[in-house]
């Protein structure tokens, strides 16, 4: 994981990364080797953690793959 401002880390999903999502959960909101997660800890002690999906996409000569 890197190490965001104050109790905020990110990192991604997948083996590679050592952060291992239960089948169950990346099934149910069909999460991808690629997608962002972000780790919050709130003042609370709560850990909250999102996660976001990358677009990957080639342009060239004026057109979109």
Do not use: H, Q
Request: no cysteine; hydrophobic share 35%; aromatic share 10%.
């Amino acid at each position: 994981m890197s190490e965001g401002e104050g109790n905020v880390w990110t990192s991604r999903i997948g083996k590679d990364y050592a952060v291992r999502i239960p089948k169950v959960v990346r099934e149910k909101y069909k999460l991808k080797p690629e997608d962002v997660m972000i780790w919050r800890l709130r003042e609370d002690g709560v850990l909250e953690v999102e996660f976001y999906g990358i677009r990957r996409f080639r342009k060239s000569a004026g057109k979109e793959e």
